[in-house]
């Protein structure tokens, strides 16, 4: 397999270990790559998503969307 940037092969290497690099300033939880730290770390920087009608708290928003659909009327009702 043919890389044409060196921060892939970093990246890839990291995957396939045990190593976490990227350890988050606020909890006791480390990471292999950076995306998955920044992703992490909203939810200590007030970034999350939150949802309007229960205030659950997430990281991204396709999750958001995902956990709205309870609140919706037709997942409480029983199929006739």
Known sequence: MRFTHSSK???L????????PFKC???EKCFKITKDLLTH???H???PF???KCAKR???????LRHQRVHKAKYFTKPE
């Open 58 to 64: 997430f990281t991204n928003l396709s999750n958001l």
């Open 25 to 27: 300033s606020d909890v």
């Open 41 to 43: 770390q909203r939810i």
């Open 13 to 20: 290497q990291l995957v396939h270990t045990e190593k976490r």
């Open 50 to 52: 939150t949802c309007p």
């Open 9 to 11: 092969v970093r990246t």
């Open 45 to 47: 920087t007030g970034e």
